[in-house]
């Protein structure tokens, strides 16, 4: 998937990154005073945090390349032994008002608690133990005409719980978080839904629900159907076939279709 665009940082955040910087050094210092081997450098607090990249990672937060987010904060806060509250006052106190909130969707009438709020009275510690955040970005899939999405960002993230994670196979590291703009996929999908993405699956499954991409379409939903002979139809789950008539991709068409992620979740008003 195309990264996001990044937008500069407001000045909270600069603040934030800026508070995170001083937490670095001073951690670097303690390590260096009480003769730890390896020292902690940037390298080693992203492996602590279990990132891929990890100077690079690291070294963009500290510097105001990338905003903090909610999971970065707290993986970030206990490796320099410091409160979340002392980095991001803002994004720390959104686990407090989370614990005050109600936002536990249903699914065939089984508490999946895909994105429930942090228990009350609960540290922070045995929260991130729990659950897992996804980025939110801005773009938009079309549930109707496509989206071209020029511009993109991490907006935010949404939590969700490990256990349930597991029990549908999939990677942390491959989940995003977009939102569907209209209602050809309805019921399945209404308008302004939110979408979870396993963006590693790229293949397309006969029956299954995917974010596409095209150069002349932009982003849509669609269910991918297979046809007798090898070819894919994009279908709406819309019964209104006037407005939303199937797509038929011939052999030489489906290479300009490009799958971003498999549609594994969808939460929304009902």
Same mark, same amino acid.
């Given at each position: ?29 303690? &390590?260096? $005073? ?16 279990? !990132? ?48 005050? @909130?109600?936002?536990?969707?249903? %699914? &065939?009438? *089984?508490?999946?608690?895909?994105? &429930? ?7 922070? @510690?045995?929260?991130? @133990? ?20 020029? %511009? ?20 942390? @590291? ?8 209209? $209602? ?7 308008? %302004? ?12 499954? $006969? ?24 070819? !894919?139809?994009? *279908? ?5 076939? $006037? ?7 011939? *052999?030489?068409?489906?290479?300009? %279709? ?13």
């Amino acid at each position: 998937m195309t990264k996001p665009i990044r937008t500069p940082l407001n000045q909270e955040q600069l603040n934030d990154a800026a508070r995170l910087k001083d937490a670095y050094r001073n951690a670097v210092k303690a &390590s260096k $005073d009480k003769g730890e081997s390896p020292a902690l450098n940037q390298f080693e607090v992203g492996a602590r945090c279990g !990132w891929s990249s990890p100077q690079s990672t690291v070294s963009q937060y500290l510097n105001g390349k990338v905003a903090l987010n909610l999971d970065a904060l707290i993986k970030l806060a206990e490796v320099f032994g410091v409160k979340p509250w002392d980095i991001s006052p803002s994004l720390a106190d959104g686990i407090r008002r989370a614990a005050g @909130e109600t936002a536990v969707h249903m %699914h &065939s009438g *089984r508490d999946l608690a895909a994105n &429930s709020p942090f228990p009350a009275g609960s540290d922070i @510690e045995a929260a991130e @133990e729990k659950y897992v955040h996804v980025p939110q970005y801005s773009a938009k899939a079309a549930a109707g005409i496509g989206h071209e999405n020029p %511009h993109v960002e991490s907006i935010a993230t949404l939590a969700f719980k490990r256990d349930w994670l597991r029990t549908k196979g999939v990677k942390p @590291e491959s989940l995003i978080v977009i939102y569907a703009d209209g $209602d050809s996929m309805w019921p399945t999908i209404n308008d %302004h839904d939110v979408l979870l993405l396993d963006t590693s699956k790229t293949e397309p499954v $006969d029956g299954q629900v995917f974010v596409l991409t095209s150069a002349d379409k932009g982003s849509i939903v669609k269910r991918v159907v297979k046809t007798p002979l090898g070819g !894919w139809i994009l *279908r709406s789950d819309n019964d209104d076939c $006037d407005d939303y008539a199937d797509i038929v991709l011939v *052999r030489s068409e489906v290479n300009e %279709h490009r799958i971003i992620g498999k549609v594994i979740w969808r939460g929304g008003d009902l």
